[in-house]
C-alpha cells in the first residue's frame, strides 16, 4: 500500500488533487412540465432518439455540463429548451434520487424538477436538437411504459403538483388577467381530479386576498358573471389550511 502524500497546505493538496482518482456517477435534471388543456390535466413527454431506452417516452432532460452549468436549476433551463423548445419562468425542485439499477450506462443521479406552464403562452419551437414531444394526460402518461424509473419520476411530480395545489396559489398562474371565480375553481378540480365545494372555495380565496373583485362582469350563459383578477405579488402564496374536499364527493382520496 503506497504511503499518503502529506500536503503542507490546502493550496497544494487541491493542485494535486485528482478527480479522476474516485469513480462518479451519472448526474441529469430531469423535468415533469404539466399544463392544463382541453379540460385535462397534461405533461409534456419527449420521445427518445437515442440509445438508451431508444424510442420510449420519458421526461425531458438530459446530463449536466459541468463547463456552462453554474448550478442545477441552470441545468434544468437548458434541457428544457433543448429538447423542448420552450422557456418556463417557473421550475421547483422535486427530490433528488440516485441508485445503481435506474440507468442501464451505470450508477446515476438525477435531480427532478417540475413546472406548471399556461399551455397557450408556451409553444413548443423545434430547433436542430429538440426531440419529437408531445401533451400527454396525466391519466395516459401514468399508464405508458417510460424510459428508465420516468414513471417514477411522474408519479412524484404529479404528487407535488397537487400537493401544492391544495396549499398554494400555484394554479391561479394559469389563468387570464381577468377570470370568474368559477374558472378558478375549475382549474383547481382539473388539476386534483376531484369537485370542490362552491362557497368554501370562494371563501378561501376571498378572504386570503388571493383575488379582487373588478367591477367589470361577462355573460357566462344567460347570467353575468364577476370578474376578477390574481390580487398578491407571486403563486407561491400559501394559505392558512389545507383545500379540503367535500365529505360527499364521489371522488374519494386514498390515505
Avoid at 388577467?177 to 382539473?190: A, C, K, M, R, S
Avoid at 378561501?204 to 361577462?218: C, F, L, P
Wanted: with cysteine; aromatic share 10%; net charge neutral.
Amino acid at each position: 500500500m503506497s504511503k499518503e502524500t502529506i500536503h503542507k497546505s490546502e493550496q497544494e493538496y487541491l493542485a494535486h488533487y485528482q478527480k479522476t482518482d474516485y469513480d462518479t456517477p451519472l448526474f441529469t435534471v430531469d423535468m415533469a412540465i404539466f399544463s392544463v388543456a382541453k379540460g385535462q390535466l397534461q405533461v409534456l413527454m419527449i420521445q427518445r432518439s437515442n440509445f438508451p431506452e431508444k424510442e420510449k417516452w420519458a421526461l425531458p432532460g438530459g446530463f449536466i455540463d459541468l463547463k456552462t452549468d453554474p448550478d442545477l436549476m441552470a441545468t434544468a433551463h437548458r434541457k428544457l429548451l433543448e429538447k423542448t423548445g420552450i422557456h418556463s419562468p417557473y421550475l421547483e425542485q422535486v427530490e433528488t434520487i440516485g441508485n445503481q439499477h435506474r440507468d442501464p450506462r451505470g450508477w446515476s443521479i438525477t435531480s427532478l424538477y417540475f413546472a406548471l406552464i399556461d399551455f397557450s403562452k408556451f409553444k413548443i419551437q423545434k430547433t436542430s436538437t429538440t426531440e419529437m414531444s408531445k401533451w400527454i394526460s396525466i391519466e395516459e402518461a401514468l399508464q405508458l411504459e417510460l424510459a428508465f424509473d420516468h414513471q417514477r419520476l411522474l408519479k412524484l411530480a404529479f404528487d407535488r403538483l397537487c400537493s401544492k395545489t391544495r396549499y398554494t396559489a400555484l394554479p391561479a398562474s394559469l389563468m387570464p388577467e381577468l377570470f370568474t371565480l368559477t374558472e378558478l375553481q375549475t382549474i383547481y378540480e382539473i388539476i386534483l381530479g376531484q369537485t370542490l365545494e362552491k362557497k368554501s372555495f370562494r371563501r378561501r380565496m376571498q378572504e386570503a386576498g388571493a383575488v379582487e373583485e373588478t367591477g367589470q362582469q361577462k355573460i357566462v350563459g344567460k347570467r353575468p358573471a364577476q370578474l376578477f383578477r390574481y390580487a398578491l405579488d407571486d403563486f407561491n402564496f400559501t394559505f392558512p389550511r389545507m383545500l379540503e374536499t367535500p365529505r360527499n364527493s364521489d371522488n374519494k382520496e386514498v390515505s
